[in-house]
């Protein structure tokens, strides 16, 4: 955000100037390692810590589930060190998600990244808004599952307040994640103490492997996938405000710290549960799921307190996602690969009109839930797969970037590591990708090809610079897979 005096050289104030010697304020990069943090956190811990006991056994024995998380816990972990890596020796790459994909495969491909990235994060929030209002029904049942119109009519009072806090200053509203941040935790460090006092070794050996209601292990183990991934998307956010840092090492330090503390709650939510109640029974219980089994513990007085902590947690988290959001879109256009009104900031270094857009499109998707059928775990489902490409890129940047030695001259073994690393974190993108299965990329397809549109309407911006042959290549596949979903949707053999 470095700002220009007329006619004269690049300085960096915290309070930038306009060439007619007025003053215009703007938002420092100052977010501290703490800060960064609690957005890294923030952002994964959302509605899907809650409700993971029942995500996870409806389709996955205790021995699957843990092999689920071994293979999430290895691969996250790369993805995490990757991030961080990538962060320490390409520190002039702002926004991660988008710059590793630039770097990686020029401009249309960093498009598609941030466009992946940012749908997701807005569908992620679509996801929050329902959840929250479902928990609220809890204390007042009007708002029902929460996709009713009174439902509808909170989320969007929800959404525009969240919205004028942002647009009052990056830093103000970071401050606030972090309070939420702190208070979401509370609740699950108290439900995993009362249940490890609970845990029965019996309840959790009952049917380990599944075997006899749940098919394979291969296929359990998949099933958990995309319940694991949804609950660690986030673990990119200090990338992606990588711009906006007090300082640059912070940002990999607070990917991998936070990332430790996600893991180890999450870990312990899903599996301390197994040994409360039995797969079955886990897999009946209404979501958010640990109301039920806390309920169990410790009377209805366990329901309440997770049902408040939810509300906590999920508010938090649409504000970390809708920070996220607009973050990802306002650093591509400032580069010009979007719409250049993209880049527009107000008064506060908020990216205002990315801002705009993406509430927009979260009150339209709201009122549609008026009328469609899908499900909380759909939503989540096809918020996690529009992520998986943006991952799977990065990650082949830092292959690239250490096969190729950049950065590592004479530094041989640091170099072997995080190639290591490196190929781990991909290997693991490309299993994802497996085991969302054709259903989720071919619905994925259809929201990526609109995108295309957009990114030629703005060639003017760049001088009508022409899409190379692996772009266009990637072009026409890309709007096959949708034309070939929706021919899909259209004869009812694909649905949401």
Known sequence: MATHLQGTQPVVPPVAQSSAGSVRKVEPKRLSLSLLIALVVGSMIGSGIFSLPQNMAASAGAGAILIGWL???????????????????????????????????????????????????????????????????????LFGEGNNKAAIAGASVVLWSLHWMILRGMRTAARANALTTVAKI?????????????????????????????????????????????????????????????????????????????????????????????????????????????????????????SIGLIVSVGGALLAWTLLAAESVFTPAKEKVMPGALAVENTQGVPANALWLTNGCIQVFLLLTLYSSASYLALISLATSMILLPYLFSGLYALKLTWQGETYAGHRAVQIRDMAIATVATAYCLWLLYAAGPKYMLLSALLYAPGSLIYLGSMKARQGQPLSGPETGLLIIIWAAAAYAGWMLWTGTLTL
């Open 186 to 306: 509370v609740p699950l460090l108290l439900f995993i103490g009362l249940v490890i006092a609970a845990f029965q070794r019996e309840t959790f050996s009952v049917d380990f492997w599944g075997a006899s209601t749940l098919g394979s292990t291969l296929d359990q183990v998949k099933s958990t996938m995309l319940v694991t991934v949804w609950v660690f998307i986030g673990i990119e956010g200090a990338n992606v405000f990588s711009a906006r840092a007090a300082e640059r090492a912070n940002v990999g330090r607070a990917t991998v710290i936070g990332f430790v503390i996600t893991l180890v709650l999450l870990i312990a939510v899903s599996l301390l549960s197994l040994g409360v109640l039995k797969q079955p029974e886990l897999a009946a219980l209404k979501n958010p799921s640990m109301a039920g089994v806390l309920q169990v513990v410790a009377g209805p007085w366990g329901a309440v307190l997770i």
């Open 71 to 141: 293979i999430t816990g290895v691969g996250m972990l790369s993805l995490a060190l990757v991030y961080q890596t990538l962060s320490d020796r390409q520190p002039a790459l702002d926004n991660g998600v988008f710059a590793y994909a630039r770097a990686l495969g020029g401009d249309y491909l960093s498009f598609n990244s941030a466009w992946g990235y940012w749908i997701s994060a807005w569908i992620g929030n679509v996801s929050y808004l329902v959840i929250l209002f479902a928990a609220l029904s809890y204390f007042f049942p």
